[in-house]
């Protein structure tokens, strides 16, 4: 590990963490194409760039937040409700999808499976003749997509805006509702991730330089989290994910030859 791939990484991270192309399956690739080496640090330093990513979001949908909390407060029982499928995930789950997931073998599946619900989605959108206000049948549909993506190689924010597009919500708020439901998953995940590392002993002074790997890594992570995040909302608003669909479809294709060879 150095700068310029914990820059790398944070580039990574920011662009792919609202793009529905799961953030978690590109680190997953690079690290095992870059042989980068963290000395048993890779999911911390994953969840240290989302650390970034969550930067982005507040920036940009800090209006959102602040309504949260005013009455009826209708749409954070909302939130706090789609996070609970994800946290269970995340707490009960987590060690056996870190040991069965994280390998990379897997990837050429999942990125089908963000692939097809995405195509499913864009294929509703342009044939239904309305869509209603978000509901909580609907961001319950999207909690359950959430905890599904945890799954590196399934995308967080594919899962959400497909889960409530396919439920008949409308896509302007499926997709603020997407962008508030990555706020406590990414939080809740730094926080008990951060906790997992250190209780398990991490050796964190065996990486060198870390510390400024990590702050590189955050910033950039970031910067490209802000572009990102605008370039969803204009996908989501058209309900144009052709051009991620074909990309998911050759990463998968990539991955598959990838891990034929043995390199996955």
């Not at 700068?3 to 997953?28: C, I, N, R």
């Not at 920036?59 to 029982?77: D, E, I, S, W």
């Not at 997992?196 to 590189?216: I, N, R, Y």
Request: net charge positive; charged share 10%.
């Amino acid at each position: 590990m150095n700068v310029f791939y914990a820059a790398l990484l944070g580039l990574l991270q920011g662009l792919t963490e609202f793009l529905p192309v799961s953030s978690s399956g590109h680190l997953v690739l690079a690290q095992k194409l870059l042989n980068v080496d963290l000395g048993g640090a890779d999911l911390l330093f994953d969840i240290i760039l989302h650390v970034g990513t969550l930067f982005s979001v507040c920036v940009v949908m800090h209006r959102q937040l602040f309504a949260l909390f005013k009455r009826p407060f209708k749409k954070l029982f909302y939130l706090i409700a789609a996070s609970v499928p994800a946290a269970a995930a995340g707490v009960f789950l987590g060690g056996l999808i870190d040991r069965v997931f994280f390998g990379g073998a897997y990837l050429c599946g999942a990125f089908l499976i963000t692939a097809a619900s995405l195509t499913a989605a864009q294929i509703y959108a342009k044939k239904r003749q309305s869509a209603l206000p978000l509901k909580f049948r609907h961001a319950a549909c999207m909690g359950v997509a959430q905890a599904i993506a945890v799954i590196p190689g399934i995308s967080r924010s594919g899962a959400t805006v497909a889960a409530g597009i396919l439920c008949g919500a409308d896509r302007e708020e499926v997709a603020e509702f997407s962008f508030l439901l990555s706020i406590p998953v990414i939080a809740g995940g730094f926080v008990v991730n951060l906790y997992k590392a250190f209780a398990d002993g991490v050796p964190l002074v065996s990486v060198p330089d870390f510390g400024v790997c990590a702050a590189v890594g955050i910033a950039v992570s970031a910067a490209a989290g802000l572009l990102s995040v605008k370039i969803m909302i204009k996908s989501i608003s058209s309900a144009r994910y052709t051009p991620f669909i074909v990309y998911l479809c050759l990463l998968s294709i990539v991955c598959g030859a990838l891990s034929f060879a043995g390199i996955l």
